[in-house]
Structures are given as structure tokens and as C-alpha cells.
């Protein structure tokens, strides 16, 4: 009888384990992948390494698959981001920025040493910009699918998030008008 309720027990816990879809980014085995593709500049070489180290690609896709993939669909983000990594990124005038990967968002620091941060807050579902210690909310997801988006002066409009609705807040922005530039 108890061999029975154990059996019973094995398969209804498996079968949840295995049907909670906590399908996650397999970020560890990705980046093993991105590493191994750049081991050397010559693909022959690599495919030799991805064949020697096989096995690291079973270790790390079992870690994934049932530790940290896991804990990323419980707590909603993955361990193995990028938190705390700086990337310099060129803006649209040509001068580059450090862009720090935070927890919650981004800080980007401009050329002359000015930081700013765009934070993402998940109980409002809402980013926001951190300029000297002040906080603006800049947009928020509503339940319908649309964004609220916050104008200067306190206003909103919602919009649809494809590119009309960009091309509705940009004008409202602009008071009304918006120009393309080339």
C-alpha cells in the first residue's frame, strides 16, 4: 500500500515539475555557446573544443534546466544576467556612453561624467528616469495592452505600442507637430 502512494506521490511530482513551464533562458549553456564560438577565429578549431568540452554544455544545460531557470521563473529575473557589467554604447551623436546593467534598469553615464538612470519598477509596472536624485515616471504598462505614457506639464495619453502610438506621443510632445529628420 505504501509502495502505491509513493508511486502515486513520484509521478504527481514529477508531473508538476514537469508541466510548470518554467521554460527560462538557459543563459549559463548560452553563454558557454557565445564563448565557445569565439574561442579562436577559425570554426574548425572551435567545433574541436565544443567536442572536447561536450560535456560542460550537459552540466550546465541540467544546472540551467533545474536551478536557474527555476529560480528565474519564481523570481521573475535570472541570476546569471548581466547585473553590474558596463558596455559602452555610441549615441545618435556620435559620442559613446557607459551604460551599467543594474538590477532594476540601466545608469548611463554621458561623456562629460553626468549619470542618469532608467529604472524599472515591477509594482507599477512603469519606467521611470532618475535624474540628481529626482524621479519621473517616462512610461507604464496598462492591463489592456496599451502604455501610458507621462508628458511634460503632468499630462498622459495612452497609446498602442507600435509605431503610430510613438508617432502620437512624439507629436503631443511637440505640441503638435513633429518633424522628420534625415
Request: net charge positive; with cysteine; glycine share 8%.
Amino acid at each position: 500500500m505504501r509502495i502505491r502512494h509513493l508511486k502515486t506521490a513520484t509521478v504527481l511530482l514529477a508531473g508538476s515539475v514537469l508541466s510548470s513551464s518554467c521554460v527560462g533562458s538557459f543563459m549559463m549553456t548560452h553563454k558557454l555557446a557565445q564563448w565557445n564560438k569565439r574561442a579562436t577565429d577559425e570554426k574548425f578549431i572551435n567545433e574541436i573544443i565544443f567536442i572536447v568540452i561536450s560535456p560542460a554544455y550537459l552540466v550546465t544545460g541540467v544546472i540551467d534546466a533545474f536551478i536557474v531557470n527555476t529560480m528565474e521563473f519564481w523570481s521573475g529575473s535570472n541570476p546569471m544576467a548581466n547585473v553590474g557589467k558596463t558596455r559602452e554604447v555610441m549615441g545618435q551623436d556620435g559620442r559613446y556612453y557607459a551604460v551599467t546593467t543594474l538590477r532594476d534598469g540601466y545608469e548611463v553615464k554621458k561623456p562629460d561624467g553626468e549619470k542618469m538612470q532608467f529604472l524599472y519598477d515591477k509594482k507599477t509596472d512603469s519606467w521611470s528616469q532618475v535624474v540628481d536624485g529626482k524621479r519621473t515616471e517616462i512610461f507604464r504598462f496598462n492591463a489592456d495592452g496599451t502604455i501610458r505614457a507621462c508628458l511634460p506639464g503632468g499630462r498622459h495619453i495612452d497609446v498602442k505600442p507600435d509605431a503610430a502610438g510613438v508617432y502620437q506621443v512624439r507629436t503631443a510632445v511637440n505640441g503638435g507637430t513633429y518633424w522628420a529628420m534625415r
